[in-house]
């Protein structure tokens, strides 16, 4: 490994392959794969008939190779008299007609036209390095006047990002045809530093430039062609496949449970992303069957963000269960079409194998993984874009109880589930409701009825059950009106301030459900509440408004201009900011001179909740400050197996605990949900206040 060259520009030195060969003496040194490796596309492009100029040949014996098998028509020239006195001396006897020369690939001797193709092995990387790309632009420039028309040059090379892009705009701004194999790493274990993918080069000679540019990549050396539109797009091609080497080299050589790598493997026809993985190792000192090297997981479809796939800490729990030295989690994407497991399986097989553990048989068999061994269900009903969000999808899946439901995800946010409604078949519902009507006083949440058939678009014979909030954080903040007093006779009233619409589920849920009460909304994004509207059965009213705009500004502005107040103010609304460390709210919805205003804005037995999501602990412990110092009561109640922790704050005083009449004060409303709805009897709220009220702590 001391002969590699330090630096890049010492691959261009002359000065230096002459100290290499003198060291290297007479064992040949292969740069970027042997014979074996690079013949099938060499004679794909090369043939034998062919008069070849070898550029920058080295002590190869690749060109011996190749006069062996019948290319008896090579020009090899170099840089280096040394190199050049040993070739020719080596073949003298029997390779009388394979010639070295001592040339400059800059200013060769050579006529006009004279050779049918230019093999180049490393030289292009070597000499990029100098004089900015000049020196190697010179060189193709020469390599380009030599071919005739038709020619080609082939280079094989590692495709550094600078080194690729100087030699396709090279060749694309001529009129030259230029395509790209990737051939993979190499094999060469006195080279296994080299992680980085082989690639070979090939520009074709057109009599007349074309008049668009022609760019192609292949995967290997038989892969099709895909034609790509702009030299942008192949070097991110070339980076991807760079990156896929560099992965997979690292796997090779250990395993480690700190780390948790994964990459994108697209459809080949489309370029869009098909699967997702995610590679989890098991901890050290680990009890692990002796057998279990390796296992794939399939995520079922539409349940890719639970926590148990979409979070590492997740994902630590399954490969823990599993028990493996390493296990593969594999995640499908939208508007993918997949036919069953075992096709699924024979797609991942030849690459999942590639990112197989060290020290693995060859002969071991990999199971794959998967929930009850089905690939899960997911349709698209809707996308689009907004102008805030970016692009948004909406889609039915099937979860682990069997139920559908339907999810609004933004795409740009880990595919982050910004809503969730669980679907109904009104028929069945209607029958539930009838068994159910009498026991309606136990107030324990109803049973759908299994869903078994896919979801329908609006107007089909699904709907949006809006009893049923999916939302474990909603479903906090409902049972938190308890504190109001809400279903007894002399608290008819509730008004509510919601920031933050999502789906609708949670306003819909107070307007049809909760005595009295009546909502504004208010919603950042137009195009929320159009898919609100257009697919989670959101329907304003009188009783239940929205005003689109600033959820800061609108509370501004009411108090601004006085005579109104709020029985319940709740935050609800996401930050379009992942880096804070709170994705829920933006900071400026807790600062205290804000929060002063929102308890402004309350009535006096006003309760002002907040949807908390806040993994950096020091900013965690800032926020509850305060809001503490706004709100002397802060009742907090998280959310089991979720980051968010909803807090009921209001400012009365007195009782410094969870006041034992709140679980009373539960029941009643409980008992007074959807007595008053005007909501059909197929529709009840699905909810159990005491439950969620028992788990209630001081903040």
Same mark, same amino acid.
């Given at each position: ?6 630096t890049?520009?010492?691959f ?16 040949? +040194? ?24 070898v550029?920058?040949?080295?002590n ?5 190779q ?10 090899n020239?170099d ?26 690939? #800059? ?10 193709? &230019?093999l180049?092995?490393?030289?292009l990387?070597a ?9 190697a ?15 080609r040059?082939?280079c ?15 060749f ?9 194999h990737?051939l ?6 006195? %080279?296994?530093? +080299? ?11 057109f ?11 292949c995967q ?28 997979r080299?690292?796997?090779?050589t250990? $395993?480690?449970a700190s780390?948790?790598?994964?990459? $994108?493997?697209?459809?080949?026809p ?5 699967? $997702?993985? #995610? ?29 148990l ?6 994902r ?13 989690v594999?995640?499908?994407h ?8 075992q ?9 999942v ?14 199971p794959?993984?998967? %929930? ?8 698209? %009903?809707?996308h689009?874009?907004?102008?805030l969000?970016g ?11 069997g ?24 028929a069945?519902?209607? &029958? ?27 107007g ?46 949670l306003?819909?849920?107070?307007r049809?459900?909760?005595p ?19 697919w +989670?059965?959101f329907?304003?009213d009188?009783r ?6 600033d959820?800061l ?22 930050s ?5 460390g709170?994705?829920c709210?933006?900071p400026? +919805? %807790? ?6 205003r ?12 907040l949807?908390?999501?806040?993994r ?13 110092g ?37 029941? $009643? ?7 008053n709805?005007s909501r059909?009897?197929?529709c009840?709220p699905?909810?159990d ?5 028992e ?5």
């Amino acid at each position: 490994m001391s002969l590699l060259p330090r630096t890049a520009e010492e691959f261009s030195s002359a000065e230096y392959w002459e100290r290499f060969f003198k060291k290297r003496g007479e064992k040949a +040194f292969e740069w970027y794969g042997d014979y074996n490796k690079l013949c099938g596309v060499l004679h794909k492009y090369i043939k034998p008939r062919d008069k070849v100029l070898v550029v920058g040949c080295g002590n190869s014996e690749l060109s011996e190779q190749l006069y062996d098998v019948g290319y008896r028509h090579l020009t090899n020239i170099d840089i280096s008299e040394t190199v050049v006195n040993h070739m020719n001396q080596k073949n003298a006897k029997q390779r009388p007609d394979l010639t070295f020369q001592m040339v400059d690939a #800059t200013q060769t001797p050579y006529e006009d036209g004279s050779y049918q193709a &230019a093999l180049d092995k490393g030289t292009l990387d070597a000499m990029a390095s100098q004089e900015e790309g000049a020196l190697a632009g010179r060189m193709l420039a020469e390599v380009g006047r030599v071919l005739g028309i038709g020619g080609r040059y082939v280079c094989v090379t590692l495709a550094q990002e600078s080194v690729i892009k100087l030699a396709v705009e090279h060749f694309i701004q001529v009129g030259w045809a230029v395509r790209l194999h990737c051939l993979g790493d190499p094999e060469s274990q006195e %080279v296994s530093s +080299f992680a980085l993918p082989v690639f070979v080069l090939v520009c074709t000679k057109f009599r007349k430039p074309m008049p668009m540019p022609i760019l192609e990549m292949c995967q290997g050396e038989d892969g099709a062609p895909v034609r790509l539109p702009v030299v942008a797009d192949l070097l991110s091609v070339v980076r991807e496949r760079q990156a896929y080497a560099m992965l997979r080299q690292r796997l090779r050589t250990g $395993t480690d449970a700190s780390s948790t790598p994964s990459l $994108t493997l697209c459809h080949a026809p489309t370029g869009r992303p098909r699967y $997702t993985l #995610t590679v989890q190792d098991c901890p050290p000192g680990a009890k692990v069957p002796r057998a279990n090297h390796f296992a794939i997981f399939i995520v079922p479809q539409g349940r890719e963000t639970d926590w148990l796939y979409g979070l590492a800490e997740g994902r630590g729990q399954l490969a823990a269960s599993a028990n493996f030295r390493r296990l593969v989690v594999v995640a499908m994407h939208r508007e993918q079409e997949y036919t069953d497991m075992q096709a699924v399986q024979s797609e991942l097989s030849p690459m999942v194998m590639e990112l197989a553990p060290p020290g693995m048989p060859a002969n071991q068999k990999v199971p794959f993984l998967s %929930v009850g061994g089905e690939l899960g269900w997911r349709e698209v %009903v809707s996308h689009g874009t907004s102008d805030l969000s970016g692009q948004y999808s909406v889609e039915d899946v099937r979860g682990e109880d069997g139920q559908l439901y339907r999810r609004l995800v933004f795409l740009a946010n880990d595919g982050l589930v910004q809503s969730e409604s669980r679907l109904t078949n009104p028929a069945a519902a209607a &029958a539930l409701s009838r068994k159910n009507k009498k026991s309606r006083r136990k107030a324990k949440p109803s049973t759908s009825p299994p869903m078994t058939t896919p979801s329908q678009t609006p107007g089909g014979a699904l709907e949006v059950d809006k009893g049923y909030l999916c939302c474990a954080h909603h479903r906090v903040m409902v049972a938190g009106l308890a504190m109001l007093g809400v279903g007894t006779d002399h608290n008819k009233d509730v008004s509510v301030l919601l920031v933050g619409l999502g789906g609708g589920g949670l306003p819909q849920f107070l307007r049809d459900f909760v005595p009295g009460a009546r909502v504004e909304v208010v919603e950042l994004d137009p195009a929320v509440l159009e898919v609100a509207q257009g697919w +989670f059965g959101f329907t304003p009213d009188e009783r239940l408004t929205v005003t689109l705009g600033d959820g800061l500004e609108r509370i501004n502005n009411i108090e601004r201009e006085g005579g109104h107040q709020y029985d319940v103010i709740m935050f609800d609304v996401d930050s379009k900011d992942p880096s804070l460390g709170m994705s829920c709210p933006p900071p400026a +919805f %807790v600062e205290t001179a804000f929060l002063d205003r929102v308890g402004n804005l309350l009535t006096p037995r006003g309760v002002f909740m907040l949807n908390l999501v806040c993994r950096d602990s020091a900013l965690k412990k800032s926020v509850l400050g305060r809001v503490r110092g706004v709100f002397p009561r802060v009742l907090s109640r998280g959310i089991e197996g979720e980051v968010n922790e909803v807090l009921l704050c209001s400012r009365g005083t007195g009782e410094t605990g969870v006041p034992p009449s709140l679980l009373k004060a539960g029941k $009643t409303l409980q008992g007074a949900l959807g007595m008053n709805s005007s909501r059909a009897a197929t529709c009840i709220p699905q909810i159990d206040i005491t439950e969620l009220l028992e788990d209630l702590k001081v903040a």
